[in-house]
């Protein structure tokens, strides 16, 4: 698989922009947050950097635009490989597959831009509720990404070892950090700790390094499973447009 893609079509420009405005969206709040004494570098949630201005402003409209294009690239990947799957005389239930993965994209991203658009602070349940959403469904439309373009005749194994990667070491992530939210002494988050609504039982002023694992493996997660992952799709983008 290149890790590198000179000369790129519209589909794989539209996709790096997606992802080059979701990687600043997340480290440039992250370094003003950081400079501001808004945060201390070692850790900050993703989602505690919309606690103040500037940095939450940038934060929440970048990954918003992030979210908007990524929605016709999804079109795009279902649509190559509803072809794909037909010329490969795959079985019939794999077509309805690739649609299932379609329609949990376009949910995962609902759900994201809900997410960004509730800030942690002040709706930390209905935050919580969609971004446990966006990061679970975005786990298995990964899983279902690998065993759908398993059945494409002549698909790179190695792209697909990749993704495997990526993806097993997003659900490793997400367990490791449901239980480090459980670890939580009761003085730092009043038991019992739940994974989804964590803030909610914290001190709004506490100190990040209290909860440094959890923010480790949550940053883990969204650079390997999501940015990480959805770089891979480089390579079913080559020669596509997205508007044709």
Sequence with gaps: ???IYRNQSQ???VLNVMLLIAFLALVIPYIIG???GHHTPWLPMISELDKATPEGTLWSAGLSLAGLISI???IKLYNKWDGQLRSS???RKWLWFNMVFVIMAQFATVSFIWTVNLPYHEYSVPHGVTAALYFYLTLLLGTVAILVVRQIDNYPKDVIKMRLALNLAGYACMVLLGLSVRALDPS???APCKPLFMNAGMDPNHDHIIHYKVALFEWLMV???QIGYFYTFNYDLEDESIIE
Aim: hydrophobic share 45%; net charge positive; aromatic share 10%.
């Design 1 to 3: 698989m290149k890790l």
């Design 11 to 13: 589909g794989q420009k």
């Design 34 to 36: 950081v400079s501001n």
């Design 72 to 74: 016709p690239i999804w």
């Design 89 to 91: 005389k795959a079985d």
């Design 188 to 190: 730092v988050c009043e």
């Design 223 to 225: 650079f390997t499973a």
